[in-house]
Every structure is written in C-alpha cells, then in structure tokens.
C-alpha cells in the first residue's frame, strides 16, 4: 500500500512539475513548440516552399488560416511554382493530378491553456502560373485569411473565405464568383461574363469593371461600384448604403430594405427600378428618357428643383427608364 502511494504522489509530483514548465516556458514565448492534438503531444515544424510544379490548367486551395495569392508572373514563360511559408509541415498536402494542382493545409490547433500570446505571421501560400497562359478554374476555399488573385485569366473562378478579404484585379473569366462572410471584397478592373459577388459582413467594392450580368449581396455592409459596366445587374442589400459613381448598367433591379442610394452620372439603358424601404435615394448627372418617381408611405420629392408630393411620372413607357421608389425617406433628381 505505501509502494502505491508512493508511485501516486511521485506521479503527482512529475506532473506538477510538468506544469509548472509548461507555464515557464509559456510565459517566455514557447507555447507553440509543443502542443496537444488528437491525444497526443506534436510538435509542429515550420516550412519554407520554394517547389517547381507541372503546368497545370485547374487550380484547387482549401485551408484553415491561410493566406493565400494567385498570381500571373509577367516575366516569367515557362515555370509554374509554389512559394510561401506555413507553420505546421505535416499539415500541408500538395499534389497533382489530372491537370489540377490540389494544396491542402491544416494548421496546427493546441488545446493545452496559454499563459502568453505570441504574434506569428499567418500562414501563406502563393502559386505564379507563367505569362499568357489560360486556366479552366480556379477554386479557394479558406476559412480564415486574406485572398487575391491577380492577373490572371481563368473560365471559372470560385473564391470563398470566411474571415478576411478578398481582391480580384486584372481578372478575366467567364464566371466570377466571390463570397464572404465577415471580410472586405475588392474587385478591381475584371472582366466577366458573370459577375456574382456575395458578402455578410462586410463591403462590396467594384472598380473598373465590366460584367456582361452581375449579381451584388450584402447582408449589413455598403455596395460601392465606379466607373463600372454592371451589365444587366441585381443589387441587394439588407442593411446598407449604395453607391453607383459613373456606372452604366440595363435593367438594373436594385432593392434595399434599410439604406440610402447615392448615384452619379449613371448611365441605365431599358427598364431599371431602385427601391429602399427605409431610406432616401439622391440622384446627380441623370438623363433618363423616362421617369417614375413614388414615396408610398413619408417622404418628399424633388424633381430637378421642382417639389412634388407622392408621385411623379414622366415618359413612364420610354425604351429606357427609371423607377425610383421608397417607402419611407426623400427621392432627390438633380
């Protein structure tokens, strides 16, 4: 019996210490070498990747916290490589088959209690596809961390992260999709076929782009879209201004339950019809054909210096029109 207690306290004794240079060696930055995962103890190594891959026509990214860029390298025409710098070695799985380049990364998570925070870099991955060459998709799904793609021309692109931002730029592709959760969207000067941007939390920013349709979402966040080709476009924001500054678009269905439209030297061509529920819509530099312009419930409007009450119509059956409407706020047409 004393044997036992014996082999009982010394193993209290070992762990205690174990303990309490866990916690020494926390507080001094160390909390990372050794974690606990999966029921057991790992330590996770760090790499560097500088790797040459086969040429490839589909490009395929998931991970947890990562960071990733795309990227068309304009000096070099031949190579197609794999750069970046990750934290958990075993958690990275690169491959190829069929045309299509497949990374993978896991990082490492340690359920063991930190007495300190280290700042890392967060883990990222770059892959530059050579001059002049063409893909057939390109496809990202990250959880946490930022995503851009540049310069780079692709049938399909399907870009997705939950937390972080994502940037098109000198994109062009049949199908562009991007979706958000909580993060920022910047698309900057693509060209597209479809054009299908998706964001909870967060802004929608198009610049210099052309879409021949074009779909933009936010839940509680601001659309803003300059010197833009919309093409045949459905906006919608839950929550939220909207901003169009030297835009043109056709048949363009905008809807707002809560928010404000501020729009500049617009250009609609066919049937177009803007509403907000809550909110007021200011208009400057329009030269519609037609107008029909409707408070349904509180609210004034002013026609280009001229006070109206409720309603006001105008050319209501020209080849291209506007219908600005809004159930409680003003309707400003300078």
Known sequence: MIKILRSVLIGIFIVAVGVILLGIGSINGGENSIIWQDGKFIIPQNQTINKHVKAFKNIDISGDALQVTLVRDNQDTSGYLVIGQVSNADGLNITQENGTLKIEYKEAHSHVPNFAKTNQDMDRISVKVPAGIKLDSIKTRVKSGDVAVKRLESKKVNLRTDYGRISTTNVTASTLKVKNYAGIIIDDNT???????????????????????????????????????????????????TTLRNVQANNILAQTTSGDYNIENVKFTGSNVIFTKMGNIDTTGFNEDGYRLQIQNSGTINFKGKEIANSYDVNVNAANRVMLSTYDGDIVVK
């Open 191 to 241: 060209r597209a076929d479809k054009l299908d941007l998706v964001n909870t939390y967060g802004s929608i920013l198009v610049h210099e782009s052309k879409a021949t349709t074009s779909r933009l979402h936010v839940s509680s966040a601001e659309i803003t879209a300059t010197d833009s080709d919309l093409g045949k476009a459905l906006i919608s924001v839950d929550s939220g201004n």
